[in-house]
């Protein structure tokens, strides 16, 4: 059992729907992440957050938008998302920056 | 960095050989390493890290060497078993203004053969 939680596990949702994906954990970590990964293609990093502030967003478009309401939770707000925004969206969390990262086992979007 | 192509690297082996699997970092000024397993429908999972100023660490059944010269990390596994079968990846932590930017390389598919 994976001890960052995410859900939904499945989101299908259409191109003007506005939804959000949540990440929780309560290991203590004051360092979460949000990736995108392909099929067959390593994670991107989208977004870093530490002590609860964002300290990285890696050009990420405004159509997705992170939320940190406190030292346990994240999470990402989707709206007017396109086709090829479907993948896997993972959060993971660390004691620190530059520790290594506790991974959840993903949210699958599908964008119609 | 890595470029990513169509085809994921596979490397075939049978149970109880040894594993080597190799990957080749970007930056020369990432200073944290770390190699993960990513099993089909799950996330990532940890297994071994290594820091700049080493350049070999061992776990169990484990060994990441580190060679800063050509920017080379490699993950050794003892006696692969069938459930070491994944998707492995290494990740280089490269500093960025006060934080930092992890980066994974392309991942590389054990078939472990019983």
């Known amino acids: 059992d994976t001890e960052v939680t995410q859900t939904p596990k499945h989101l299908v949702m259409g191109m003007t729907n506005k939804k959000s994906l949540k990440c929780e954990q309560h290991?203590?970590?004051?360092?979460m992440y949000w990736y995108k990964q392909k099929a067959k293609k390593p994670p991107e990093l989208m977004f870093v957050y530490s002590y609860e502030k964002l300290s990285i967003n890696e050009s990420v478009p405004s159509r997705f938008s992170p939320e940190c309401p406190n030292s346990s939770l994240l999470n990402l707000h989707l709206h007017a998302l396109q086709p090829e925004d479907s993948a896997l969206y993972l959060c993971a969390s660390s004691q620190d920056l530059n520790q290594p990262q506790h991974f959840g086992d993903g949210t699958r979007l599908s964008i119609l | 960095g890595e470029s990513v192509g169509l085809h994921l690297p596979t490397l075939s082996v049978q149970e109880g050989d040894n594993s080597i699997i190799n990957c080749a970092y970007s930056?020369?000024?990432?200073?944290?390493f770390i190699w993960y397993k990513q099993e089909s429908g799950k996330g990532p999972q940890f297994i071994i890290d290594?820091?700049?100023?080493?350049d070999k660490r061992q776990g169990q059944r484990v060994t990441v060497l580190l060679n800063k010269t050509v920017k080379h990390l490699s993950l050794q596994i003892a006696a692969t078993q069938p459930g070491d079968s994944a998707v492995y990846f290494c990740a280089e932590n490269r500093g960025s203004g006060g934080s930092y930017i992890p980066t994974f390389g392309r991942g590389t598919s054990l078939i472990v053969h019983p």
């Open positions: 930056n020369s000024a990432s200073d944290y």
């Open positions: 290594i820091r700049s100023n080493m």
């Open positions: 290991m203590g970590h004051r360092a």
